[in-house]
Nanobody
Framework: VQLQASGGGLVQPGGSLRLSCAASGGIFRINTMAWYRQAPGKEREWVAHITGGGGTNYADSVKGRFTISRDNAKNTVYLQMNSLKFEDTAVYYC?????????WGQGTQVTVSS
């Protein structure tokens, strides 16, 4: 099983980006999918997750600005990021509980800069 993240980039404050994370390989069950991020000099932190049933939860720092969603037919989870702030700059990682194991994707860099 592999997780492939994409969609990062450079954006101005107030702008938007959508991250994608596609799971591939011998998948027969995907439960909770999540996004984490790690800013320079800081520990990795949880951003949001979505359960197999579609329930969502968000870190307070992104609540109201970020939206996590999933397309089960495509084995893909998304993170729509709006009203981006300087402090959202980080490497974003997707995480998935797939086939009763936990997997991490490679990071995708999000840089918010004017």
């Amino acid at each position: 099983v592999q997780l492939q993240a994409s969609g990062g980039g450079l954006v101005q404050p107030g702008g938007s980006l959508r991250l994608s994370c596609a799971a591939s390989g011998g998948i027969f069950r995907i439960n909770t999918m999540a996004w984490y991020r790690q800013a320079p000099g800081k520990e990795r932190e949880w951003v949001a997750h979505i359960t197999g049933g579609g329930g969502t939860n968000y870190a307070d720092s992104v609540k109201g600005r970020f939206t996590i969603s999933r397309d089960n037919a495509k084995n893909t989870v998304y993170l729509q990021m709006n009203s981006l702030k300087f402090e959202d700059t980080a490497v974003y990682y997707c995480n998935g509980h797939i086939n009763f194991n936990e997997y991490w994707g490679q990071g995708t860099q999000v840089t918010v800069s004017s």
